[in-house]
């Protein structure tokens, strides 16, 4: 199975501030990668697809970079209700696997 | 407007079975594949089976292969979860979404979740 890693597990910021979250692959993945939110008590939602690929509907502030084993997903000015878990997919390989979220707090 | 609505959630006993249903609407529900999603009380996503738009091509988690079995009706626009030999470590909410369809090396499968439902909460306990 492809394991997926997700930094940092959980961050604090301020509004306004650049945030970056990484997620690493096991192994070469090409760009087979989606970025998912999920606020507490919903379901997730899609936000970032084939690594760099906004979702339509989605504030551009969101972003997504990476192919083979790094990505990164980036908010350029974050927003209070940006305040969410956040979690990277492969689907480079049966079976898909996410990684281990990363929980995005306001200072 | 894409929906897609779970039920069947509810407690059960360690062993036992469950079957659980995702009423779908608002798109063509035979041209895609429909997933199974589950999240364990604080934890993170995690994938539980696959079947494609006919049908054809059904995977599932080594987690749960041999007990869960995948199945949809595109008459009636529904999927459907049947667990069976249920065990604590089941206990989750589960989640059908909408995938966007990939194949490559004989495999068939979503290659992103685009549409989610609520989910529905299994509860495993004595």
């Known amino acids: 199975d492809i394991q997926m890693t997700q930094s940092p597990s959980s961050l604090s910021a301020s509004v306004g501030d650049r945030v970056t979250i990484t997620c690493q692959a096991s192994q070469d993945i090409s760009n087979y990668l989606n970025w998912y939110q999920q606020k507490p008590g919903k379901a997730p939602k899609l936000l970032i697809y084939d690594a760099s690929n906004l979702e339509t509907g989605v504030p551009s502030r969101f972003s997504g970079s990476g192919s083979g084993t790094d990505f990164t997903f980036t908010i350029s000015s974050l927003q209070p209700e940006d305040i969410a878990t956040y979690y990277c997919?492969?689907?480079?390989?049966?079976?898909?696997?996410f990684g281990q979220g990363t929980r995005l707090e306001i200072k | 407007e894409v929906q897609l609505v779970e039920s069947g959630g509810g407690l059960v006993k360690p062993g036992g079975s469950l079957r659980l249903s995702c009423a779908a609407s608002?798109?063509?529900?035979?041209?895609?594949?429909i997933n199974w999603v589950r999240q364990a009380p604080g934890k993170g996503l995690a994938w539980v089976s696959s079947?494609?738009?006919?049908?054809?091509?059904?995977y599932y988690a080594d987690s749960v292969k041999g007990r869960f079995t995948i199945s949809r009706d595109n008459a009636k626009n529904s999927l459907y979860l049947q667990m069976n030999s249920l065990r604590a470590e089941d206990t989750a909410v589960y989640y059908c979404?909408?995938?966007?369809?990939?194949?490559?090396?004989?495999?068939?499968?979503?290659?992103?979740?685009?549409?989610w439902g609520q989910g529905t909460l299994v509860t495993v306990s004595s």
């Open positions: 608002g798109f063509t529900f035979s041209s895609y594949s």
């Open positions: 997919q492969q689907y480079d390989n049966i079976p898909i696997t």
């Open positions: 979404a909408r995938g966007l369809g990939f194949c490559r090396g004989g495999y068939c499968y979503a290659r992103r979740f685009d549409y």
């Open positions: 079947i494609s738009s006919s049908s054809s091509y059904i």
